[in-house]
Every structure is written in C-alpha cells, then in structure tokens.
C-alpha cells in the first residue's frame, strides 16, 4: 500500500524535490568556489610558469630575507642531485541510494505526514544528513588547501633542483641582494635625534607577518604519562574490544547478505536464529562493553588524579568478560540459549562471568576514586560510576526466574532490554565524552549543572520507559501510558545533554576541520540527539503501531548503538590510543573508517526507516504477509550494502588500532623548503 499522500511517484513530488536538490547544489557550488578556483589558480600559473626556473628564481630571491639568503650561500657551492618527492592522492567517496517498491492492491488514501511521530522522525534523519555533507565541504576544503601545500612543495624542490644544476651560479646576484637587505635608515630621517616616548601609549608592535589564518593540523599533545601497567591494561581492552568489533559485524554481515541469499547454506550453527543473538551479544558485551571499561579504567584514574588502583583487578575483568563472550558465542551457535528475550541469550552460568568482571571493575574504580587528591568527583566519574552500578542490578533482576512467567517475563524484559542500553552503554558512553570532549577541545565543558541535570533526569525516566515495547499488548494500559509519558520525559536529559556538548564547541569549532578525533565527537552527538528524539516519537501509539515488528526498530536501534557508542568509542579511542603508544594513526586511514562507517550507516538506516514504514502500512491495511516480504527485497539489498560499507570501515579501523603509523611533517612555505632542502643536500655532501 502506497498512500497518495505519501506517493514518491506522484510528479509534483518529484519536481519539489529536483528543485529542492538544485538550490542545494547551487549552495554547496558558491561555498567551494574560493577554494577551488584558488587551486586551479595554482595550477594554471605553474602550468604557464613551467620550466622559466629564471623567473621564478628572480622572485624567490626578492622574497628571502638576510637570514635566509646567509643560509643559500652557504650551501650554494655544494650542490648535489636529489631524488623527487611523490604527490599524495587523494579521493572522495559517494553513494546514492535509490530503491523502489509497489504494493500489490489499491487502498483508501491515508494522511501520514499529519502524524506527529512521522513528521518528528523524518526532521531527525534529515540532521545527520545535513551535518555528514557540512562535514563532507570540510574536508573537500581540506584537501584543496593540501593540494595548493604540496603544489608549494614541487615547486620549492624543483627550483632547488634547478639551482644545484647551475655551475655558473653569479656571486654579484648574491652580493647585490645581500647589500639591498643589509641597507639600514639611520632611524633618524623623520624623528630627528630627540628621544622616542609614547607618553600616551599609543603605540602598540605586533608581528603582522605571522598572523594565523587556519589553524594547523593538530597533534596529539603530550600527555603526563600513566604507568606501563595501567597502559597495557588498556590496550588490551581496546585491542580485545576490536577484535570482537570485527568477529561480531563479521557474522552481521553474513547475516546481511542471507536477506537476500538465503538459501546460501543449510548448516544449523548458521542460521540466522542462531547467528543473530551472536552479533548482536558480540558487539554489545565484547566490543561496547571492553571498550567502555578500558577507557573507563584511564578516565577514573585521570580525573582523580591518582594512579589506577587494583590494576591485577582488570586483568581478572578483561579474562573473565572475553571468556563470556567466547563461550556464549559457541554456546548460541550450539544452540544452546536462555530462551528469554533480545540481549539476554547467554545462559546464566555464561552471564556470570561477566557479572564477575564488572564487580572487579567496580572495585577498582572505587578504590581509585577513593583516594582522589581532588576534592569534588568530577562529573565522568558520576555516569561511569552509576552505569557499572546499574547494569549489576539490571543483569540480577533480568536472570532471577523467580517471577518470570506470563506478562511479568515480558515486563522484565522491556526493563532488562532498555535499562542495558540506556543505563550502560549511554550513561558509561555520556561519561566518556565528559572527559575526552573538553580534552580534545581544550575548554572546560560548558556547563557543569547541565550535566547533572542530564545525569538525575535520565535515571528518572530512563528506568520507566521499557514497556513502550509492548504498546497495544496484553500489558495493563496505565503501565503503557507511563512508559510513553517518560519516552516523552527523555526529552529533557537529551536536550541538557546535547546542549551541553553543542555549546562546550562554542568558539572552537575550526578544530574539527584539523582533527581526526572530533568529527567523531560530532556524528556522535548528533545521532545522540536524533536517536533518543526518534526513540520517544517511536513510542507514541499510532507511531508504535505503524512501526513495531518492522525493520524500522531495526535501523533504530542501529542508529543509537552504532551511530552514538560506537562513533563515540572510536573518538575516543583514537584520542587516547596516541598518548600510551607514542604514535598517531593515519589520517587518511582514519578519514576512510570515518566516512565509510558514516555513508554506511546512512544507507543502513534510511532505507530500513523507508522499507519498514511501507511494511507497516501494508499491514495496517492487511496486505498479506508474504507480500510486505517481497516488498523489501530492495532494502534488504540497501541494507546489505550499507552493512558492507560499515564492515570494510571495522577492518580499517582494526588496521588504525594495531599498525599506528608516524605522522608526515607539516607543510611550509617555499622559501623555508628550498633553503631546508639545500641544507639538507649540503649536510649529505659532506
């Protein structure tokens, strides 16, 4: 069923949206016009100055300075070849998604945008698309400025080559600049000889040669050093946390392409019943989990300013979580389960392995805050602190069978299933970034009372709204409407949040466009935002109906646990993993897992939010099953594309995390390179 009010066929339809794409071109055009027609600027006058070395020494000459030139002469008799230096390339990547589907039977027309939910969802989906293509006309600005740098460069090589291939070099061209620069006024022709006072203070020297204009590319800044042994602690846990990052999108993947292959194989431990509470378990206790405490356990130590306490501790925590997962993964692939609800598949016995390692996670995060030198317990330690606290208690109340039979195995499942995801994994997550945004930043965040009202206002509704899951079920309908007034109540957390993180950027927003860690930060709060507002438009009743058991939660829940703890982690991963080894990541590489998870993701999340909304109001309308299947053939291919995307930007970021690379040098201007390259020569010469 395709609505007419809702009808992507309808021609009025298409033409709004070709002017719409249109001035939106036109936009994007005017911003990168400076910046490219500077580029091509640089390549026509090299093209046209090619090879008139003469000219071109002429004017490097009147631009050197006594020092500079001093520096030439030296080196000027000793002239030697040298090898060229490569040009770095570089490339965009895009992708256009563009499925269509038809329904089977005509029905009566239905006024979907007149839907508050609908309407809500779709301004959230438009956001991160918005900032992905600011984003995108960052970077394109980026690489022209680096494409005019290394022109620079050729250039300043070529003419150093040019000079030391001369063998008639004239020392009066030398002379003859070096008397023009050493030429001094006797700083008398307009004050005559009386004695200078600026008895008003008017006057004020300032360097006028050396005003910035962008910022330079920023590296990672020396940090005061933590121990050897906390260090490795924490790379274990990232590097554990990675590779069940690639072991659990691996299997999502595979899950992906039997959408729309599967009969691909018939072996029972891969099916897809089995197969999917392994990705799902994998990326949620291995590679989330690790990572959180791992960065948990150099957060706590930091902003108590003491080092880490117990660190024998989280060796227990990081064997006994890595040996859940394992044995959970084996033992749902086995087929062996605890038959309850989303994320609680592992067996009892298996989940108290990772009980286990929480509370020696827990002990030693009190102990170390415990013997804090600062007086006040900074507000990180507030989120990590709590999340470890309630996760212990949400694992204990979901595992108790005591009381779960009927309706009261699936209230606890709603609880169990919101309360791991919004009181662990987004309260730890939220701790972090009050920690390494400000770092990255080098700004105090914006307000500290935000924080905590973020903070008390998310255990307050966050801990009510598990049951929005069962909407127009056997559920008493006083504790549905409580758990939608609280979706609605979310809304303050997330906007004292976000807020908060929006305007600690406040002045500094030039620092994204030269870090590799920020943009992030950025895609994180952003989906932080458009995720949790999704989530409460998600649980008003018409929106639940329309949505529910479709693949729309899907690309929900993909768009939280992905889009905001994942794009948060990877932030401050690479924010921190440069101050324990010493070395920094590629930024092309690093640029690429950027980029390929974020087009991903889109992909993933649109054309499942797309799909799974026609699927609902097929059912709505009582198209028969099998057709509302046929139906979303197409995004399940969009969605197997997106995934594909996502794994690829994993592998990159694996690549990131065990092979750091050094940095390349920063750029210079011409003149210093050319009198660094001959030194260089001359050094090499003798």
């Known amino acids: 069923m395709l609505p007419t009010s809702f009808s992507f066929y309808d021609m009025d339809w298409i033409t709004c949206l070709g002017v719409t794409l249109v001035l939106f071109l036109l936009i994007v055009v005017t911003l990168l016009y400076k910046y490219i027609d500077r580029y091509w600027h640089v390549v026509r006058r090299r093209t046209e100055r090619e090879g008139d070395f003469h000219a071109e020494l002429d004017e490097l000459f009147s631009a050197m300075n006594a020092e500079q030139m001093n520096r030439v002469w030296t080196v000027v008799k000793r002239l030697a070849q040298h090898k060229k230096i490569g040009v770095v390339l ?270 020696f996670t827990l002990g030693s995060y009190l102990k170390t805050i415990a013997k804090r030198k600062t007086k006040e317990i900074y507000i990180s330690n507030w989120y990590i602190v709590s999340a470890v606290l309630f996760i212990s208690i949400v694992a204990v109340v979901g595992y108790l069978p005591s009381y779960q039979d009927g309706l009261g195995e699936t209230i606890i499942q709603g609880y169990y299933m919101h309360q791991a995801v919004g009181m662990w994994f987004m309260l730890f997550t939220l701790g972090i970034v009050y920690y390494f945004l400000p770092q990255q930043l080098n700004r105090p965040i914006y307000s500290y009372s935000l924080g905590i009202l973020a903070f008390w206002t998310q255990i307050l509704f966050y801990t009510l709204i598990g049951t929005h899951h069962f909407v127009f079920s056997a559920i008493p309908w006083w504790l549905q409407t409580v758990a939608i ?55 008003f009743r018409y929106t639940n109906l329309l949505w529910h058991f479709t693949d729309f939660t899907v690309a929900h829940s993909h768009m939280t646990m992905y889009g905001i703890i994942a794009f948060l982690l990877w932030g401050s991963i690479y924010a921190l993993l440069p101050r324990l080894t010493g070395k920094e990541s590629s930024q092309a590489a690093i640029g690429a897992h950027f980029w390929l998870a974020l087009i991903g993701l889109m992909i993933y999340s649109v054309s499942l939010m797309y799909g799974g909304t026609l699927r609902g109001l097929a059912w709505m309308e009582n198209v028969p099953f099998i057709d509302s299947v046929t139906l979303m053939m197409p995004y399940w291919l969009w969605r197997a594309i997106g995934g594909t995307l996502m794994w690829i930007s994993h592998i990159v970021f694996a690549y990131n995390v065990f092979q750091m690379m050094a940095v390349s040098k920063e750029g210079e201007s011409l003149v210093e390179q050319v009198v660094a390259h001959l030194e260089m020569k001359n050094i090499e010469n003798k």
């Open 485 to 539: 007034v609280a979706s609605a109540g979310m809304v303050i957390p997330v906007a004292a949040g976000t807020t908060n993180f929006i305007m600690t950027f406040r002045g500094a927003w030039h620092k994204v466009r030269d870090s590799y860690s920020l943009p992030f930060f950025v895609v994180g709060i952003v989906f932080y935002f458009t995720g949790s507002m999704q989530g409460t438009a998600e649980a």
């Open 90 to 359: 570089f490339f965009l990547f895009g992708a256009v998604l563009q499925a269509r589907a038809q329904f089977y039977e005509k029905v009566e027309d239905l006024d979907l945008l007149s839907q508050g939910g609908v309407l809500v969802t779709m301004v959230l989906v438009g956001i991160p698309l918005v900032v992905a293509i600011i984003l995108l006309i960052v970077q394109i600005r980026k690489q022209v400025h680096k494409s005019v740098r290394m022109g620079t460069k050729k250039d300043a090589e070529d003419l150093a080559t040019y000079m030391q291939q001369q063998d008639d070099v004239d020392a009066a061209v030398f002379e003859k600049r070096m008397g023009a620069l050493q030429y001094r006024l006797s700083d008398q022709e307009l004050s005559g000889a009386a004695a200078v006072s600026d008895e008003k203070g008017l006057l004020q020297a300032r360097d006028l040669d050396n005003l910035p204009f962008v910022a330079k590319k920023r590296k990672a800044l020396p940090r005061p050093k933590i121990d050897a042994s906390s260090s490795k602690l924490i790379q274990w846990f990232i590097g554990t946390a990675t590779f069940w990052l690639l072991f659990g999108t691996t299997v999502g993947e595979y899950l992906g392409i039997k959408f729309i292959a599967p009969d691909a194989e018939a072996i029972s431990w891969l099916s897809f019943g089995r197969l999917r509470p392994v990705h799902t378990n994998a990326v949620f206790w291995g590679w989330s989990s690790l990572g959180m405490i791992g960065l948990g356990y150099y957060i706590v130590a930091k902003v108590s300013n003491v080092p880490l306490q117990k660190v024998n501790w989280g060796w227990y925590s990081l064997i006994l979580i890595n040996a859940c997962v394992l044995f959970g993964s084996v033992s749902l692939m086995a087929g062996i389960n605890n038959g309850g609800g989303e994320y609680r598949e592992y067996i009892w016995p298996i989940m108290l392995l990772f009980a286990l390692g929480l509370a």
